[in-house]
């Protein structure tokens, strides 16, 4: 997974944290109305979802034409409608319900990345965002591809990595942790090429050189 967005969600990688600047350049008119919406910036550009939360919200649209839909991507859907129209609490509220009927940490893999990925989106502090995003991290890498293709993933689980390294990356940064801001910063420019050259391939690298930038 947008995504983040996002964190990754609607479009790529969160939102800012109050009185600081947009990290992926988000602002003007256009920031003011998303920061209205309720709407991290992480997740809102002009590009596709992504991967993550575009899985989750296919998986939606199809429940209703299949016998036996994931009812847990369901769920999470249900909540990242709540996050789009700003209502973050329930959203939250709903994701942590989620999260205690999947088993939490020992849940499926794949149901614990989109959550988790989902539930960074809504967090209100950056050490709860970052609390979320490296549970994402962990999942994935327990994550085949196998069971990607199951859930509706089109490709592979490394796919997942650039955005979940950029969300990581960013949210250390914006606790003074550069080290690993760094860190996960190369990790994420080591992983993008896997994503082609398509317009969501491009913003994860154009998040990922801004950040850079920001870095030093």
């Not at 973050?88 to 614990?112: N, T």
Request: aromatic share 4%; net charge negative.
């Amino acid at each position: 997974m947008s995504g983040h967005e996002g964190r990754d969600g609607v479009a790529t990688d969160r939102s800012r944290v109050p009185g600081q600047e947009d990290p992926h350049g988000v602002g003007g008119a256009k920031g003011a109305a998303l920061r209205r919406r309720g709407i991290r910036y992480r997740h809102v550009c002009d590009a596709p979802l992504s991967v993550i939360t575009n899985t989750v919200l296919t998986t939606v649209r199809r429940s209703n034409s299949v016998t036996e839909p994931d009812a847990v991507m369901v769920r999470i859907g249900e909540g990242i409608s709540l996050r789009e129209r700003g209502e973050w609490p329930a959203a939250r509220d709903l994701f942590a319900q989620v999260w205690s009927e999947i088993g939490g940490e020992s849940g499926d893999p794949f149901h614990r990345c989109a959550l988790a990925h989902s539930m960074a989106d809504v967090q209100d502090d950056v050490h709860d965002e970052l609390l979320w995003d490296l549970r994402a991290l962990a999942a994935a890498d327990l994550l085949t591809d196998e069971r990607a293709e199951q859930g509706g993933v089109a490709g592979p689980v490394a796919g997942f990595y650039p955005s979940l390294h950029l969300n990581l990356a960013d949210c250390y940064r914006k606790l003074g942790e550069l080290d690993r801001a760094r860190e996960h910063l190369d990790h994420g420019r080591a992983s993008v090429n896997i994503l082609g050259n398509d317009s969501y391939a491009q913003m994860i690298k154009g998040g990922l050189e801004r950040l850079a930038d920001k870095l030093g």
